[in-house]
C-alpha cells in the first residue's frame, strides 16, 4: 500500500508518497496541520528511517542499495525442508565441469552460502534425491560483485530441465532457459529488472505439470505453461541437474534455500 508522508521546509509543504510494506509506520493526513507537526514528523522519519523495523523499507534503503529481507515462507511452515544449513556444503558438491571447471571460490560463513566468481562460471549442485513436479523451492540471494547473473537454479520439470536466470545478459534479464531452443532473454519469460548489488532479493519458484510461477520479491513475475513445450538446459548448464545453483562472472550470497511437496489443493490451483 502507498502510505503518505509530509514534509515541512522552509514555510511550504511537500507532499510526497513512500511505499511501505503492510504494516509498516506511516502518517495519515487528511488536512494539512500546522507547520510545527509537519516538521516534528519529518524529523521522526529521518531518525528512524536507517532502522531495520520489521514491516517498514527505510526511507534510505534504496540509497544505500540495501533492504530488509521479506520474511519466508520456510520460516514459519514446518512443512518446508533447509537444503542449506548455514554451516556448510552438507548435501551439496562443487560443479568441477565444462564452463565451471575455473570456478571461483565456494564456502560458508555468516550463515551464508557464498559463490565467487569464476571464470566464467561457478556452480554448486545438490547430490540428494530431488522431487520432479509439483513442488515449491525458495531462497535469498545478492549479488556481491560482477555483472551477470547471479542465481541460476536449475530444475527439473518431469523428465526435462530448465535453469531461473535471475540477473543475466548484462545484470537485467530474468526468465527460463531453454524453451523450445531459445534461451531466456528470447522466449516469452523474458523480464527485465534493474537489481542492486549488496540486496537481498526473494526468489520463489513453483512447478506443476501445468504452470511453473516464479515471484521476486513477493511479486509473481512469470507464469508459463509447460505443456506442449520442448524444455532443455544449455549444455554449461547440464552439470548443475538435477538442481544446482550457478552464477556468471559474478559472485553472489545465498541463504535460507529451502524445499517444500505442493499439496493436492495447492496442485488443483496450478491446473485452473
Known sequence: MWGPYAVFFGGKILARNIRERSGGIGIRRKSCPHPRYLAL???????????????????NHQARGQTASLPSEGMRDPSWEDLFNGRDLTGWEIVEKYEYSEHGRVFVGDG????????????????????????????????TAGSDFFCGLTF????????????GW???????SLIDGEPAAENE???????????????RLRVTESCIAVWLDNEQIIH???RGRRLSLRWESEPCAPFGVATWKTSATYRFIRLRLLNSEEISACRQ
Open 224 to 226: 508459463f505453461d509447460p
Open 41 to 59: 514528523a519529518a524529523l521522526l522519519l529521518w531518525w528512524i528511517a536507517p532502522l531495520e523495523l520489521p514491516g517498514f523499507v527505510g526511507l
Open 112 to 143: 551464508c552460502l557464498h559463490l565467487e566468481a569464476g571464470k566464467p562460471g561457478t556452480a554448486i549442485r545438490w547430490k540428494k534425491q530431488f522431487p520432479t513436479t509439483n513442488y515449491e523451492l525458495i531462497l535469498e540471494a545478492k549479488k
Open 189 to 203: 519469460t523474458c523480464r527485465w529488472i534493474s537489481f542492486q548489488p549488496d540486496r537481498w532479493y526473494h526468489i
Open 156 to 167: 527439473p520439470v518431469k523428465d526435462q530441465f530448465l535453469t531461473l536466470i535471475v540477473g
Open 170 to 176: 548484462g545484470g537485467s534479464v530474468v526468465g527460463l
